[in-house]
């Protein structure tokens, strides 16, 4: 986003449902509202449009934007902050992944507005398994999960979980070299709806979890 949203469209986000992120206004500030990406209309009749997680953001910030604001993916896309202001996962290897209060918030309106994101996606409004976007996005969607459960990221001084592609199609390997946190980031994958497998590493010894987006 290249500038911060008008007076009228502050008011719109302060207006919106703080459950479901729901929000009303004329057509021309909803259109200007998803092109800055700080909402989505969704692609089912009666097309509501709702706040991204970066509106989400801005709204809970309480107060109004003096500069640009924080930009997110659109709604098919979602969770993708650095220094950019910009939220992104952390796979694990960052030097810079700090934990933090700050970081904390982020993690947590990135996962609820994920979260929101399934629930209005999905045919039965349900929240338990991933959307398209976690499946076409796997690394920074398990990422994601892990570490809305807590689970730390691995950084260049402290061990962590390290999340990577692989040759499978829809599945991703997590590593980290304490078998006990392994064991957390099986479970924390689990309830966040993926299908968690354990391996033995072929190479160096050691085991890591293969994950799966669920589907049913």
Do not use: N
């Amino acid at each position: 986003m290249t500038r911060p949203p008008t007076a009228a469209q502050w008011r719109i986000i302060e207006a919106a449902d703080p459950r479901t992120g729901r929000i009303s206004g004329s057509e021309a500030q909803l259109t200007r509202l998803v092109a800055l990406k700080l909402a989505f209309r969704h692609p089912r009749p009666p097309h509501d449009h709702f706040l991204t997680p970066a509106g989400h953001r801005l709204r809970e910030a309480g107060d109004e934007p003096a500069g640009p604001a924080p930009t997110a993916p659109p709604a098919a896309g979602a969770p993708a902050a650095g220094s950019d202001g910009v939220f992104t996962a952390r796979l694990g290897g960052e030097a810079d992944a700090v934990a933090s209060a700050a970081r904390a918030r982020e993690v947590r309106t990135a996962w609820q507005g994920l979260l929101e994101i399934r629930r209005m996606t999905s045919a039965d409004g349900s929240t338990d398994r991933p959307c398209a976007w976690e499946r076409s996005r796997l690394t920074h969607a398990a990422a994601l999960a892990l570490e809305a459960a807590g689970c730390l990221p691995a950084t260049g001084t402290a061990p962590g979980y390290r999340v990577t592609g692989t040759p499978q199609p829809e599945a991703v390997a997590v590593h980290h070299p304490e078998p006990a946190s392994l064991a957390a980031c099986a479970v924390a994958l689990q309830e966040a709806g993926w299908q968690v497998s354990e391996h033995a590493a072929t190479r160096g010894g050691g085991r890591y979890l293969l994950a799966s987006p669920r589907r049913a």
